[in-house]
């Protein structure tokens, strides 16, 4: 069973920047296996925030980020990272990063089959 770990959580003012990682305890997790960051604020539903397939060819992210997210890998490290630009308020939530998508919408959290326990952004204006 893989597990996944998130990390790079904080406080930060609106308009600042951070980068969260995920890393897999499996050697090349991320190199076979799709993933996504996905974020939950307080009394809301978890939402999607982008999708990395398998090759890194196909990034998708959710229109609230388009622009100021971005999604990267690092195979020798075998970890992914979220790169989130000019963060607001709108963006403090729990991060969470999932991995091995089976089926539905990208978007979907039950279409992942591994999650991390997540990591907390707070974005103060």
């Known amino acids: 069973q893989v597990r996944l770990v998130e990390s790079g959580g904080g406080s930060v003012q609106a308009g600042g920047s951070l980068t969260l990682s995920c890393v897999a305890s499996?050697?090349?997790?991320?190199?076979?296996?799709?993933m996504a960051w996905f974020r939950q604020a307080p009394g809301k539903e978890r939402e999607a925030v982008g999708f990395?397939?398998?090759?890194?060819?196909?990034?998708t992210y959710a229109e609230s980020v388009e622009g100021r997210f971005s999604i990267s890998r690092d195979n020798p490290k075998n970890t992914v990272y979220l790169r989130m630009n000019n963060l607001n308020p709108n963006d403090t939530g729990v991060y969470y990063c999932?991995?091995?998508?089976?089926?539905?919408?990208?978007?979907?959290?039950?279409?992942?089959?591994?999650w991390g326990p997540g990591t907390q952004v707070t974005v103060s204006s």
């Open positions: 999932a991995a091995t998508f089976r089926c539905g919408m990208w978007y979907d959290a039950p279409a992942y089959t591994y």
């Open positions: 499996e050697y090349g997790f991320f190199s076979s296996n799709s």
């Open positions: 990395r397939d398998i090759a890194g060819g196909l990034k």
